[in-house]
C-alpha cells in the first residue's frame, strides 16, 4: 500500500473527527470508509482492522493504527513535510510527547470519570492517573495558557489538533470548565482552514444520515 492509499476508518460523531482534521492538516489523499455504530462496527471484517470494533482506525502501507493519539502521533511523523512534529533530535520532542499524552491519559480519563460520575473521593485520588478532575484541568490549562499561539510556540503540531480538539470537545460539550485560556487557544483553532475542511466533511456526513 502506498503513501496515496490511505485508508480512514471513521464515523462522523465519533474521534474520528480529530483524525480526520489531521489528515486535511497533512493535505495527503486518503479513502474515507464510514462504519455505522452497532452490528456493522462489530463484524467480522472491521474487527480484524480493529478488535476493539471501535473507529477510529487507518491502513497505510500496510500498517493498521489505531487509537487516536497514536494516530496523530504516527501520521505527523509518516509525513515530515508537513512538519506536524519536532524532529526527532529537536529538545521539543518531549513538549510535544508531553501534552499530546497527558491528553490522552489524564484528560480523557477525568473528563470520562467525571461524566459517569465516578471520580475517586479525594483519600483514594492516588488510585488513578489524574488525581482529580480540578487538577488535571488545572494542569490542561497551563498548557492553554502557555500556547503563543501553539504549544510550541510558532510550530503548530499534531499536539495542537489532538489536545486542542479534547479542548474544543469539551467546551462544547460542557465536559471542561468554561475558562479564558481554553476558549482564546479553541478559537484560534477553529480559524485553521484545514479545521473548517474537516468540519465541514463530517458535518456533511452527519447530514448525510439523518
Known sequence: MSDHHMVFHTHPMSRGRIVRWLLEELAVPYRTVVHAYGQAMKS???????????????EHRGVVVTETAA?????????????LAPALDD????????WLF????????AVS??????????EKAGFVGYGSYDLAMDALEQAAASAAPWLLGEQFTAADVYVGSQVDFGLAFKSIPER??????AQRLRERQAYQR???LDDALVAGTD
Open 180 to 185: 479564558p485560556a481554553f476558549a482564546a487557544w
Open 102 to 109: 497527558f491528553a490522552a491519559g489524564p484528560v480523557e480519563a
Open 198 to 200: 474537516a468540519k465541514a
Open 44 to 58: 467480522p471484517q472491521y474487527l480484524a482492522i480493529n478488535p476493539m470494533g471501535k473507529v477510529p482506525a487507518i
Open 113 to 122: 470519570a467525571k461524566a459517569l460520575d465516578q471520580l475517586p473521593p479525594a
Open 71 to 83: 494516530i496523530c502521533a504516527y501520521l505527523a511523523d509518516a509525513f515530515p513535510q508537513a512538519g
Open 91 to 98: 529538545p521539543l520532542r518531549g513538549t510535544y510527547y508531553r
